[in-house]
């Protein structure tokens, strides 16, 4: 029996240990290397097939802020070779123990030895951005004012990064075939102390960025406009291009400065004695001048208010502080537009008059208005009704009209009925007009009144 056992394994290890011999100079069976089949190949066989698959990788680095910069390797005569790595694994491996493989060993990763010009290496490197912005960057530390950002504090000592010890870092991810370098993680930053006359510099700028982070906001009605650091910089007294401080050590305000600003808001928003453009009812945009309605900032009094509360801590908070300004003169509504919606519009030439309230027409009517022919014709302008009166006599040179119902608009001419008159409308104002007053039929006269409040913009034009 045992004779019989021997004589069948004979054949058996005949073939094992053939196989053996056939494994001795390529790789033992079931081997896999970089997801390549490599059984029964040699180490140059195997070394052809990995090249083959493989691709200049792109280098990625990473700087402190998620900035990415990438250089392609393919561009440094970068070239991989195997063979070193494979004459080790199969140095490692025992064709005599090549049935171990059926279950073991099956799966490897190898890394080639690569190889590229430094030259090149360094001469991308260098041509990345934040290595260029790096040599350019100033060492030093002071403040700077622009249009955009007002005062900020350049700081040329922080963050700085280490160019020589970078480029080290590069080469060491590459040599141990790692292709992404983090330079926060690399350690490639460093700080430079500061000195003692920039450590006053860094105090002067906390003083200054707290005082530009304003919480102002003036509210003009259509608009709502922040104090922001821009803004609140030409706040800050200078000289010689210096910040002042007074003898507490506190921030100087520049009045020029605060009243400049307060000129520009009233000469965006004031509307009072401008010409205005007025969309008509009969269709075109026409332009009116002059009248006594309008807006009008009191530049003095929003000059106080500044100088005496930008310095005050309750205005450099996180919560809002909305203001509306002072005004000399003011419209039914804030904005450019301060006539609004709710208008009395007169249209000298079409010899009209219209009422709109919320938008909305609620009366139209012809009218008569001054008699151009005599010289007497009513003056064009952005008015308001300042005062209602009923049974009224007007009076003048020559004349005592009494009327049911009186509006008075501008001085002695105002909105009234007139029933001595049978027409209106038309050209009568030409040769038989008023005296400047705009004669109303009675009974629209009756529902104008009931309709309109003191202070109504009334918009008057030819």
């Known amino acids: 029996m045992k004779k019989k056992l021997f004589l069948l394994l004979i054949p058996v290890f005949a073939v094992y240990f053939l196989l053996a011999y056939y494994y001795k100079d390529g790789f033992c069976l079931n081997t896999w290397i970089n ?69 073991f060993h099956q799966k490897h990763e190898i890394a080639p030895v690569v190889t590229y010009d430094e030259q ?45 010890k970078a480029f080290a870092a590069l080469k060491q991810a590459i040599a141990a075939g790692e292709y992404e370098l983090d330079l926060m993680q690399a350690g490639c930053y460093y700080d430079i102390p500061l000195t003692e006359e920039q450590a006053a510099t860094e105090q002067l700028w906390e003083k200054v960025d707290a005082f530009q982070q304003c919480n102002l ?12 650091e821009v803004v609140m910089s030409d706040f800050i007294r200078i000289a010689r291009g210096e910040v002042l401080l007074d003898e507490n050590g506190s921030l100087m305000l520049d009045e020029e400065g605060i009243r400049n600003f307060v000129s520009s808001l009233a000469q965006a928003y004031d509307t009072y004695g401008k010409e205005r453009k007025f969309q008509s009812t009969r269709g075109d945009v026409v332009t009116v001048k002059g009248g006594t309605y309008g807006t009008e900032i009191n530049q003095e009094e929003e000059v106080a208010y500044l100088m005496e509360n930008l310095l005050s801590a309750e ?6 502080q909305i203001h509306i300004p002072s005004y000399k003169r003011e419209g039914v509504v804030h904005g450019k537009d301060d006539i609004g919606s709710t208008y009395i519009e007169i249209d000298m030439t079409e010899q ?34 300042y005062n209602k009166q009923k049974n009224r006599v007007l009076r003048g040179p020559g004349y005592a009209s009494p009327v049911k119902f009186w509006m008075p608009v501008k001085g002695n001419i105002g909105i009234h009925d007139a029933s001595w008159r049978s027409k209106f409308g038309g050209t009568i104002y030409q040769t038989n007009g008023s005296h400047g007053c705009i004669n109303t039929p009675t009974e629209k006269m009756e529902e104008l009144y009931d309709m309109v409040e003191i202070g109504t913009p009334v918009v008057m034009f030819y």
């Open 35 to 103: 997801g390549v089949y490599c059984t029964g190949k040699t180490v140059e066989e195997v070394n052809a097939e990995l090249l083959s698959e493989m691709e200049a990788p792109i280098l990625i680095i990473t700087d402190k802020n998620g900035g990415r910069y990438a250089i392609d390797m393919a561009e440094l005569g970068f070239e991989g070779d195997y063979i070193a790595s494979l004459n080790r694994y199969q140095e490692e491996q025992n064709a005599l123990l090549w049935i171990d493989n059926l279950t």
């Open 120 to 164: 090149l290496l360094q001469a991308a490197f260098e041509e990345l951005d934040i290595v260029r912005n790096e040599k350019q960057r100033l060492t030093d530390y002071f403040l700077v004012r622009n249009w955009k950002d007002g005062y900020f504090l350049y700081d040329g000592l922080k963050d700085r990064l280490d160019v020589e």
């Open 217 to 228: 906001v003036y509210d003009m009605g259509d608009a709502q406009i922040p104090l922001d």
């Open 315 to 320: 205005f450099h908070t996180d919560t809002a």
């Open 352 to 385: 009209k008059m219209y009422y709109y309230e919320d938008g909305e027409l609620q009366l139209e009517t012809e009218v008569v208005t001054g008699n151009t022919g005599r010289k007497m014709g009513t003056p064009e302008g952005v008015n308001y009704v």
